[in-house]
């Protein structure tokens, strides 16, 4: 599996050090967050090395005119060093000879812009600049750069840029997005329609897995929703979703919040045959031992109805006997009784 998140990362420290395509490519196996941590760390001694250079040459563009700044920095100072200068620059200054540059010129600038140190001047940028700049990346398909640019711009901005990007756009850059705290607000900033058009295009792109992933991080009442959504859309989707969940092991997280749905809702998801699978159904035994929450396996059970209880004993009977005979074991342990399915776990030989 490629990991989008990392790829994004040494994207942007290949750009940091203006290397060949492949000169990184051994980072795309590392974690996103360690990349993440290297390229912060490269950016800043570079940076460092010539900061009083930067900080010289921010302070004497207040001294010449705007028009005559616009023509220096992209005709004779590229966007690579103004990016550095930027980042030095008065947020108040930066707002009024920002509009000296031509768009296509700021799209280039950002791609080398560090967001961390540049935040305030991002920040700055009047929304007339800045939707046109959004645009202009999401043209050339820079997704890894628009989604570093939207996780800094002021927040007010959000709305025109999701209506800037299609559906598929939009899952790359929530899950290489870097900041979690934006990637919860601009869940809420999205309707229940479109929550399910990004899911689908998840699914399309191939990348559900890494949208999970993504996914675990947001607010508990926020996974609540996508899993409702996910209910809401049919069979084939809540089996591709789950079958996610049991690949990643990720039922510490999902199985506490799928355990507060509706019974309705839980049962559509109980009944996926992929909970019968005997490797995901001892990773859930395993959750349920480790975490002790046994209660939480005993409502995801309990929403299905009696037959349907019977039907999925059996089903695990065949699996998994072994499994089987260690969730009884955990049941009587923590008295939990008047469960058919339980009982006909029991009732085995």
């Known amino acids: 599996m490629v990991d989008l998140a990392a790829t994004a990362e040494a994207g942007h420290l290949r750009r940091e050090l203006d290397a060949a395509d492949d000169d990184l490519a051994f ?76 768009v296509p010129f700021l799209a ?44 800094v711009v002021d927040i007010a901005l959000i709305p025109p840029m999701l209506d800037i990007v299609d559906d598929d756009a939009l899952i790359h850059i929530a899950i290489v997005a870097q900041s979690r705290e934006r990637l919860s607000e601009i869940f809420e900033l999205i309707d229940d329609d479109r929550l399910r058009s990004v899911i689908d295009a998840a699914v399309r792109g191939g990348v559900l897995d890494q949208a999970v992933v993504m996914m675990a991080e947001l607010a508990p009442s926020q996974v609540t929703r996508v899993l409702e959504v996910v209910v809401g859309t049919g069979d084939v989707l809540i089996t591709d979703v789950v079958s996610a969940i049991a690949e990643l092991d990720a039922w510490d ?22 909970l019968t699978r005997p490797d995901v159904f001892e990773s859930i035994v395993d959750h349920v031992t480790a ?41 009587d342990v923590h008295a939990v009784r008047d469960l058919v399915a339980l009982d006909v776990l029991r009732s085995a030989p």
């Open 27 to 102: 980072l795309h196996d590392f974690a996103a967050d360690d990349v993440r941590r290297l390229r912060i760390a490269v950016a800043e001694s570079l940076a460092a090395r010539h900061r009083k250079t930067f900080r010289s040459m921010a302070a004497a563009s207040k001294l010449l005119p705007k028009q005559v700044l616009g023509t220096i920095g992209e005709k004779a100072v590229g966007p690579m060093i103004c990016s550095k200068i930027a980042a030095e620059l008065d947020p108040g200054h930066a707002r009024k000879i920002v509009g000296s540059f031509s």
């Open 108 to 151: 280039d600038l950002c791609r080398t812009l560090d967001t961390v140190s540049a935040q305030p001047v991002l920040l700055a940028m009047p929304s007339k600049i800045a939707i046109p700049v959004g645009t202009e990346l999401d043209r050339r398909g820079d997704l890894e750069t628009l989604a570093r640019f939207i996780d």
């Open 291 to 331: 975490a002790d929450a046994v209660h939480d396996l005993v409502a995801v059970i309990s929403s299905l109805e009696p037959a349907k209880q019977e039907s999925l004993a059996v089903a695990l009977l065949d699996a998994a006997p072994d499994t089987c005979r260690r969730l009884v074991e955990l049941a």
């Open 253 to 274: 997280r999902v199985l506490p919040i799928l355990a507060d749905l509706e019974p309705d809702d839980i049962a559509v998801v109980a009944a996926s045959p992929v």
